[in-house]
């Protein structure tokens, strides 16, 4: 049994989700960098309520999945500009403007250029300003120490959905408090490194970058930075570069949870060949509550299609193989340490140009 979260971080199956810092009430916990540390050892009482909100060390029981759908935002510009198809963003605003709740926890940047955080966002223009999917670690449950009472909408990945869950047990403020979780499919979080990787090969200085957007841009769109000079690099295929490989966290790497099975409402990507040529995007949507499926079927400005479970699965299918088969566990840890030594980036990078040559001209690679 571990004493403190302090050891989750010490066995590396920390996802930085934020909850044991949150939870703590002597301050004893902080990050170093994104592992969880005892900050002032004296103040520790090893209650072990750290350890409790955990989600890589925690079991919970999965409830059932009801209907599906192919969703997306009637407002182009909200689609044009999302991850997949804007669901998320127009059902928040939705809740908002017809008084389901409070407000949405939503993931921003505000201090830090490159380190987004947890943000409660209370008008349709921060929740707009929240959309698209960031790839980078986001403590995202650091907010539950200072929320206040209220409604709100939670959006999170699976580790982030998880321990909300183990949270709510014990704390009846973020219980009653949280009255939806979003979840977003999940194959793994880049470490930071993987976007000082990305500046990297394209030659930009991180002191010159004044903003950075993952996706957006259509379907399935690109990566955006914004530089001091309003100059705007757009890369379509970050992933290919290597960002998506030599980067995975540990915690990644032990991670099942592809469709956030704990959340109300998970969302993702339409995976799928009859997708492909869809330029302005589709959001996939698995639900678990009767409540959440009135309120989708109830918003007027999404569009929604019912589709299978099955299909939904479908569109993940290679994604999940990778992340749950033993099989693959090794070679994604061994091109994860890879990524950890600054010198070899360059190398990493003429390697994946490599092997984008030879995927080009070989069949099976
Ligand atoms: C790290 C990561 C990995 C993902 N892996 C997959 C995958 O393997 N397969 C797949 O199909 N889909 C994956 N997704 C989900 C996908 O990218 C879209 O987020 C999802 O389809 C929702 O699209 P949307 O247009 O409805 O959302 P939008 O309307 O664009 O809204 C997205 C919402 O997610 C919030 N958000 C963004 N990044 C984060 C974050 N890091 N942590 C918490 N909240 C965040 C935003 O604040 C916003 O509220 C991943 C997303 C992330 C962030
Ligand atoms: S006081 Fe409790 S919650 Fe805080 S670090 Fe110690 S065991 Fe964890
Ligand atoms: S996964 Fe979350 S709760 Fe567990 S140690 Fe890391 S930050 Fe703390
Ligand atoms: S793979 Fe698992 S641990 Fe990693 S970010 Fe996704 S949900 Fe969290």
Request: proline content about 3%; hydrophobic content about 35%.
């Amino acid at each position: 049994m571990m004493e403190t979260a302090v050891e989750v971080g010490r066995r590396n199956l920390c996802s930085y989700c934020g909850s044991c810092v949150s939870i703590c009430q002597t301050s004893a916990l902080g990050f170093k960098n994104d592992t969880p540390c005892l900050v002032d050892a004296e103040r520790c009482n090893y209650c072990g309520l750290c350890t409790k909100v955990c989600p890589s060390i925690n079991e919970l029981e999965k409830p059932s999945v009801l209907k599906c759908y192919a969703a997306y935002s009637k407002n182009e510009e909200i689609r044009f500009n999302s991850s997949s198809g804007g669901f998320i963003t127009q059902f928040l605003i939705d809740l908002l403007e017809n008084g389901t709740i409070d407000g949405a926890i939503v993931c921003d940047y505000k201090d830090d250029v490159f380190a987004p955080q947890a943000i409660l966002a209370k008008s349709r223009e921060d929740i707009i300003k929240a959309s698209a999917s960031k790839y980078c670690p986001v403590p995202m449950n650091l907010i539950f120490k200072d929320l206040k009472e209220g409604s709100y909408a939670f959006v999170g990945l699976p580790c982030h959905i998880k321990s909300l869950r183990l949270y709510q047990n014990i704390d009846n403020k973020i219980k009653h408090s949280i009255i939806i979780a979003i979840g977003l499919f999940c194959n793994h979080t880049p470490k930071f490194q993987a976007t000082d990787y990305v500046l990297y090969i394209l030659g930009i200085r991180k002191k010159d970058v004044k903003k950075i957007r993952y996706r957006g841009d259509g379907w399935p769109g690109s990566m955006q930075v914004m530089l001091n000079n309003d100059h705007v690099v757009k890369i379509t295929n970050v992933w290919d570069t290597g960002f998506g490989k030599y980067f995975i966290p540990d915690a990644c790497l032990n991670c099942k949870d592809v469709f956030s099975d704990y959340a109300d409402i998970s969302v993702g990507d339409p995976w799928l060949q009859e997708y492909y040529s869809d330029k302005l995007g589709t959001s996939f949507v698995i639900t678990r509550k009767t409540s959440a499926i009135h309120l989708i079927e109830g918003c007027g400005r999404l569009s929604i299609n019912e589709v299978s479970y099955s299909k939904v699965f479908d569109s993940q299918k290679t994604l999940y193989e990778i992340k749950t088969q033993r099989k693959n566990y090794r070679k994604r840890r061994l091109f994860s340490r890879l990524g950890k030594h600054k010198v070899l980036w360059s190398f990493l990078y003429q390697k994946s140009r490599f092997e984008r040559f030879m995927k080009r001209h070989t069949k099976d690679l």
